[in-house]
């Protein structure tokens, strides 16, 4: 259920150190987020889970919001 939530509503995506995978982010509640892998060339979600950093590198996209974390 909340693999769907982070997927159609992600506060930001990051570029994952993998090849062809990205990482969308989703608040749980401070500090905690939702997080989804997802590897683009097969559409496929490779692992879902709760964590209390951002996980990846790059930026690829951010909610344009001014309470991020609210």
């Known amino acids: 259920k909340f693999v769907t939530a982070v997927l159609q ?3 930001f995506i ?3 150190e993998l ?3 990205i990482i969308y ?3 749980v509640g ?3 987020l939702h997080i989804a892998y997802v590897e683009t060339s097969r559409e496929l979600v490779k692992s879902a889970h709760i ?3 951002v996980k990846g590198g790059a930026l690829i996209w951010m909610k344009p ?3 991020l974390f609210k």
Do not use: A, E, G, V
Request: aromatic letters at 0%; glycine letters at 0%.
């Open 9 to 11: 509503d992600p506060l």
């Open 14 to 16: 990051t570029q994952d």
């Open 19 to 21: 090849p062809d995978t």
């Open 25 to 27: 982010h989703r608040s």
């Open 30 to 32: 401070k500090p905690l």
């Open 51 to 53: 964590t209390d950093t």
């Open 65 to 67: 919001t001014p309470d």
